[in-house]
C-alpha cells in the first residue's frame, strides 16, 4: 500500500471486527483522542525513562503498531528532531486498514512510512523485519480494542522478535481495574466500570489488560520492565476550596460514555450478560449499594439517566479519577 494514498473509510475489507470500526468520523476522534493521551503522559510521547537512549542515538527505527491516524508517529518523529537525536530516523506505522489521515513523510531527517498490516497475522509481522531490519523502539497505544482475549502473550512475543537485542516496548492502556474504584464511592462511578468490563469482555477483550502488561512482558523475556501509573481527575479542588476542572481531561471523559453506547447496548441484550461481568473489581459491587450489578442499566432509557449522573459526577467530584498505564521494557542486549 502506497505511502499517503487515499484511504476507505469504510470496514476494512479483510473482515476485521475491530470494535470501534473505520470511518472519518472515528479517525476525527482518534485525533482528539491523541490530544488527551499526550496530557495524560504530561507531554512525553516518548517515555522519560527512554531518554538517554534517546540521546545517545540508539532509537533510530521505530515502529507503532495499530497506528490509526498515524498522528503518534508524525509527533514522536518531530520530538526526536528537537532532541537532535542524529538523522536519519525512520517511523513505520501499521494498522488493519488505511486511514485518510495518513501521509507519507520523507525529508533528510525523518521517513514515515505507513502500511496494512495486520497485527495477528504471524506471517504478515514478521515480513516487517524483511522490509525494514529490527527495529530500536515499538508503541503500542490503546490496542485493548484490538488484540483478543488470550492473544495479548501472543502479541508481546511477535514484538519481542521485531526488535533488535537492547531495543525498547512502550505500552501504553487504560486501566479499568483500578480506575475509580479507590477514590469514590459514587455509584454512577461504579455504573461505569459495569459498562466497560461488559463491553470489553462481551466482545472477547480483556478488560484487565492494562494490570497484565508488564507480567506478560517478564514472561516473553523483556527485562528492565518499568510500570507507571498516570491518573486522570477531570475535576481537583483548589487550596481555596473551589473546584477546578481540567477542560481536555474532562472533554475525553465526557464523551466517552457516549461513543460506548451502542457497543454496551448491544453486549447488554446477551444472555451472557452477567458472566461479562465477572471482572469487576469488589470495590466497584460494594459501591453498587446492594443492587447486583447485572440488574442495572437494563435499557437506553437507564444508560441516559447513567450519562446525566455522570457528566455531574465529572464536574462535581473530586475523587472520580481514572487510570492509565505506560509500561516499557527492554529486549535483553
Ligand atoms: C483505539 S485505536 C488506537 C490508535 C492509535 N494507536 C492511537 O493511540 O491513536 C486502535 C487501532 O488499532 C487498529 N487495529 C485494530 N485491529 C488491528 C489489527 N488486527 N492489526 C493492526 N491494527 C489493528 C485499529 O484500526 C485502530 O486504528
Known sequence: MAEGSRASS???ENGSNY????SASEAERLDRQHIFFRHVVDGHLLSPALGSAIQSGQIRRVLDIGTGTGIWCHEAAATLKEMDVPAPVKFVGIDIAENEHWKGHEDAYATVHFQVTDLNDEVGM?????????FDLINSRMMISAVPNGKWAAYIRRMFNLLRPGGYVQLFEADMINSNTGRSDDRTVA??????HAIYSGMGLDPETAVR??????QAGFTWVRDVAYWCNPVTRQADGSLKI??????WHSTAYGVLKPLFLKVRTSPQYSR???????QAINNLGGTSADALLANEADYEDFTRRHEAVLTSNPLYRTAFRLVIAQRPQ
Open 19 to 22: 470494535m470501534m470500526g473505520h
Open 126 to 134: 514478521s515480513k516487517l523485519t524483511e522490509q525494514f531490519g529490527q
Open 276 to 282: 461479562f461481568l465477572e471482572k469487576l473489581p469488589p
Open 10 to 12: 469504510t470496514k476494512h
Open 246 to 251: 481540567d477542560d481536555i481531561l474532562y472533554q
Open 191 to 196: 455504573e461505569a466500570l459495569v459498562i466497560t
Open 213 to 218: 502488561l508488564a507480567g506478560w512482558l517478564h
